[in-house]
Structures are given as C-alpha cells and as structure tokens.
C-alpha cells in the first residue's frame, strides 16, 4: 500500500510514476505537478517554441554538450574547455564565450570604447582608402589613426607610418622638415641662445 500511495498518475504520458518524478507544485491538492519532469521538459520546450515562433522569435536548438566542452552563444561551437577563458563568478566556471570570439568582442569594444567607430563604420572608412593606407598608398590599412588632442579619426594607415607620425609626435612642422630633408633640403638651424635655435623662414 506504501508504493501505491507513493504513486502518482500523469495526465500526459498515462503512466504511474513515483512522486519524485514530479515537480512540486503547492497550488495543487496533493503538492505535485500534473504532468511528471519528463513530459513537463518534453511538452512544455515545444510549447514554448510555439509561443516565441508566433511573436517572431528564434529559439536557438538545444545541442548535446559532452563533458569537458561548452557551445558558444557567438559562433555557435562546441569546444573543449581548452578553448575558454576561466570565470569563477560563472554558474559552471567557464567564461561566456570562447577565447576567439572573446577576443573578437574585446576588439570591436575597444575600437567604439576609444575612437567611437563600429566594425562596420571602421570597415567602411578602409574601403574609401581602397584598402591602404592613405600615407604610404601601398601597405594595407589596419591602424586606425587618430588626433590626440581632438580624438577625431583622421583615416586608417599601416603599421610603419602610423608609428611614424607617433615617433614625430603628430607636429606638422616636424614632419615638412623631415620631408624637406629627404628631398636634400636639410635646413640649418642658427643657434641664437643657448637651447634656442632660429630657422630659416
């Protein structure tokens, strides 16, 4: 008689199941869910489905996960735990996302966080350059250059020429004396004081 009153009906798969097989429910008589932990897990997804398909809604699939991986919500894998980043604050103590798409989100951040563009605003502003750097017009553009005092973005150069214009500290003037000192025009200072120096006009 132990077991039988242990037992409970569900109303969906017609079985009699134990009442651990049952989740509590204390608006009911006896404290338990009509519907037994599998079919509640079975039935109820497929009704939820339904009721975010009607209001337009993607439901991402629910993917098998073998121990010792996690799926990332980005790109959709499924990766051994290798490929992710530790976070004690997490429910299962890994990050959210995998190390590549981690970075990856870090890098369009940091791109807004300091110059304010988005991916597609940086992108767009390469392709008006034709891909190069608008400097040297052959290296690729992959450095987004901008004023330091402004922090307005002035174009996308390559790596020797935007750390050049960082090595002669973004000064005009600088920059025509070393162009003119290219072309064989070296200007020759005149020392008028001690650390002061006149230039030709």
Known sequence: MAEKSDAKHCKKCERHLPSAAFARDKNRRDGLQVYCRECVAKYGAAHYRRRREAIGKTVREKVDVPDGHKRCPQCEAVKPHSEW?????????????????????????????????????????????????????????????????????????????????????????????????????????????PGVYQLPS
Do not use: M
């Not at 034709?130 to 005092?149: K, N």
């Open 85 to 193: 980043e530790r976070n004690k604050t997490s429910s299962d103590g890994w990050a959210s996302y995998c190390r590549a798409c981690r970075a990856e989100r870090n890098r369009v951040s940091y791109f807004k966080r300091k110059y304010g563009l988005t991916e597609v605003e940086r992108d767009a502003l390469i392709a008006s350059q034709r891909g190069v750097c608008c400097i040297c017009l052959s290296a690729p553009a992959a450095h987004v250059d901008h004023c330091h005092e402004t922090g307005r973005v002035r174009g996308v150069l390559c790596f020797s020429c935007n750390a050049a214009l960082g090595q002669f500290k973004d000064q005009p003037e600088v920059i025509r004396r070393a162009a003119a000192y290219v072309e064989g025009n070296a200007w020759k200072p005149t020392l008028v004081a």
